[in-house]
């Protein structure tokens, strides 16, 4: 059986969630990328669909319980973007694929960053046509800001009227890009970030990791999973590559083709993910007057007025990606602006 892995930093959410019962029928699972709320929405899921339950949690051994644990439970309904399914774990990535192959087309194309309306729809009309022969149905939406509109308000009629004893858990790291109808179906739990010390220990039970190098990481902001997949996947130095460049270059000058190469041997979406990451640590570094200049603010997002526009338009670069633009051409776009802004912020400091 597929065990679940456990996050510290979670448990008070985990606590709250499993005993809360469930009494309302649609969850928004909110919190930081990267901090494992997926998993802990599949927990609650499983809880849901438990025959019976060992107090609070799974019993982990009934019919149900096994159908989920091995991915083959037909009244677990998941969806989840293209671009997120390689991330996932894998109970959810073989689960999700009932709903992924509906709209994908045999050409080989970029994984796409939108649960579409197709998917949506296909999810309304299998909930409809298929009985729970006992117990529930959980539909799981993973990255439910991805829903672009048209599928938002599918999944809006499927809310409004839904189908007997189902749950639906929507999981969401910008939670303020769902409409603020999807909002008002939902009741919503904000789980907490942990604190650079907590991820540091957790870090350091997985991996071995050099405490000079997960400080390079830890200028990224990215969650605790994506760091640990970057050291499981012995990228390290080419984020830390990426990370100087841009944090800690002092006068140095960044050459725009030089920091697009970096970012496509990193991957160009994570790489978008990373500097944008940068530019908001940068700009809180900055709104807490009371901390001395750390390294992020010594680099291209020096400036808070340069760091405000990079990040704008990093999202508007990141969610470019999800569209069939030039990729590459895009990239060099945002780091040719990058690069010219933080030239022009070492002339005039005050920029
Ligand atoms: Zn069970």
């Known amino acids: 059986m597929t065990e679940l892995p456990e996050y510290p930093w979670l448990e008070p959410s985990r606590k709250k969630l499993l005993s809360g019962g469930d009494t309302h029928h649609c969850l928004l699972l909110s919190g930081g990328a990267g901090i494992g709320k997926a998993v802990l929405a599949l927990e609650l899921a499983q809880r849901l669909l438990c025959e019976d339950l060992e107090g609070e949690d799974p019993c982990k051994r009934c019919p149900s319980c096994h159908l989920v644990s091995h991915s083959l439970h037909p009244q677990l309904h998941v969806l989840i973007p293209e671009s997120l399914i390689e991330e996932s774990h894998p109970i959810l990535q073989v689960h ?9 087309s045999t050409q080989k194309r970029k994984p796409s ?5 197709d998917s949506t729809r296909l999810l309304s009309e299998t909930l409809l046509t298929t009985v729970a022969a006992k117990g529930r149905k959980v539909v799981l939406i993973i990255g439910a800001d991805a829903m672009n509109r048209n599928a938002a308000n599918a999944m809006l009629k499927v809310l409004e009227e ?3 004893r189902t749950r639906f858990i929507l999981v969401s790291s910008y939670p303020y890009r769902l409409p603020a109808t999807i909002h008002s179906r939902c009741i919503r739990l904000d789980s907490p970030t942990p604190s650079e010390q907590e991820t540091a ?7 071995d990791v050099d405490p000079d190098d997960l400080a390079i990481l830890f200028r990224s902001g990215l969650g605790p999973l994506e760091l640990s ?7 390290t130095d080419t984020i830390g590559d990426l990370i100087r460049c841009c944090t800690d270059s002092g006068d140095k000058v960044v050459d725009p083709l030089a920091l697009a190469a970096l970012c ?6 994570r790489a978008l993910l990373i500097l944008q ?3 908001l640590v940068a700009i809180r570094e900055r709104v807490r007057a009371d901390s001395s200049p750390s390294p992020v603010v010594r680099g291209l997002f020096g400036s808070p007025k340069l760091a405000l526009e990079a990040f704008k338009r990093l999202g508007v670069a990141r969610e470019r990606f999800n569209t069939p633009v030039d990729e590459q051409l895009c990239l060099e776009d945002i780091c040719a602006w990058l690069c010219s802004a933080g030239g022009r912020q070492r002339l005039s400091p005050r920029l």
Request: net charge positive; glycine share 12%.
């Open 96 to 104: 999700a694929q009932r709903y992924l192959d509906s709209g994908r």
């Open 113 to 117: 960053g939108q649960i579409n309306v």
């Open 162 to 164: 839904p189908t007997a």
């Open 201 to 207: 220990r957790w870090l350091q039970s997985r991996h």
């Open 229 to 235: 997949q970057i050291i499981e996947g012995q990228r």
């Open 264 to 269: 496509t041997k990193i991957g160009t979406g």
């Open 277 to 279: 990451s940068i530019a």
